[in-house]
């Protein structure tokens, strides 16, 4: 694979690709992380020249029904994402580090701490293993931590100015110039009034963001919109168009690791266990944007097309099964359709 560069550095020496998964019903195929690094080789294949570093968040209890986002699963689903994490760590060594094996990767531990200082339980030890040629690093914790915890603990293992934030069921359906965004990030890390520290890709619900209610009722998000949304000019003079985004979401998206750890995570305090960042730090952001204080989170969101062009595609790892099992439930909803149509007729 022939490296990208950026202002003469490969992006392989600016970028960290930080994966994010938990237990899932599809689990243990790895149908779900694979489907995005298809994507990746069709929509942005820079990507896999990266360093990555997969966080493997668990769960909290096993009970008779699973509530994912509240980290609970079945005893089926705790067998499962055991044999998951053994197949997604295959597949990824796989890909990014094939001459490395299992029994070559370091093994170190560290720890995640959340809340008041005081308190003895507010931490939560992980394991890493760590392929030879730091391509890939692997985090698992021994209880849950949540989306938060689990990009600041893969932050703070980064040796890269910029990162990718991926969760596990979100997958590109367009091209993303990745080279030019980061060419564009570095420049503007000296302009105060208009810095570049994170960049989000659209989703469904994010077309035509900048003439969405989204901004629209709010006067002061309309102003900076019509001040700051224009085509950044590259060095090499590609025209990348950029909005600004008046909040800070999860899903995939590039940043500054500096700006994401004293911005996102300055104390102990900002994150609490089993947190989603967009739920607690994203609220207080769009809040503090709504006052004009945008510059202090400088986030945009890719605009082409004039935020026409659809770039993210939502997988629902939550209840998505696979594809095999999401085939047989087709099928018995079509049966179960036909038979009752006959019913009717008869």
């Given amino acids: 694979m022939s490296q990208a560069c950026v202002s003469g550095r490969p992006i392989s020496c600016l970028l960290t690709l930080i994966i994010t998964t938990s237990p899932t019903p599809s689990a243990p195929s790895t149908e779900l992380i694979s489907t995005i690094l298809s994507s990746f080789r069709t929509h942005c294949v820079a990507l896999l020249s990266c360093r990555v570093i997969v966080v ?78 730091k ?51 570095q420049t503007a890390q000296v302009d105060e009034s208009m810095p570049v520290k994170y960049v989000c890709f659209p989703s469904i619900r994010l077309l035509s963001y900048a003439d969405s209610a989204h901004v629209g009722q709010f006067p002061v998000l309309r102003n900076l919109t019509a001040s700051l949304k224009r085509n950044f000019v590259t060095k090499s003079g590609a025209g990348i168009p950029l909005t600004p985004m008046f909040f800070w979401h999860d899903k995939p998206h590039l940043a500054s690791t500096e700006h994401y750890l004293s911005r996102v995570f300055p104390t102990r305090l900002s994150m609490l266990r089993g947190a989603f960042i967009e739920d607690t730090i994203g609220q207080r952001a769009r809040n503090q944007m709504k006052e004009g204080n945008w510059v202090k989170w400088a986030t945009w969101l890719y605009y082409p097309d004039q935020g026409k062009t659809l770039c993210l595609r939502h997988l629902r790892g939550r209840t998505w099964e696979g594809v095999e099992k999401e085939s047989e439930k087709k099928a018995k909803w079509i049966a179960r359709n036909g038979e009752q149509a006959a019913t009717e007729a008869n």
């Avoid at 994490?85 to 029994?103: A, D, V």
């Avoid at 849950?144 to 359906?173: C, I, K, M, N, Y």
């Fill in 135 to 185: 391509r890939v690093t692997f985090i698992e914790p021994s209880k849950r931590l949540g989306f938060g915890l689990a990009v600041r603990s893969a932050l703070r293992l980064t040796e890269t100015p910029f990162v990718w934030v991926q969760q596990h069921d979100w997958s590109l359906v367009s091209d993303v110039p990745l080279g030019p965004l980061l060419d564009i990030m």
């Fill in 56 to 133: 493997f968040d668990t769960y909290d209890r096993i009970a008779s029904q699973p509530r994912l986002k509240k980290g609970q699963v079945t005893p089926d689903g705790a067998r499962c994402f055991s044999l998951y994490k053994q197949n997604i760590r295959e597949l990824i060594l796989k890909e990014f580090s094939p001459y490395e094996t299992e029994s070559s990767l370091r093994h170190g531990n560290g720890e995640a701490e959340f809340g008041y200082g005081g308190i003895e339980v507010n931490s939560v030890s992980f394991l890493t293993a760590q392929s030879n040629d």
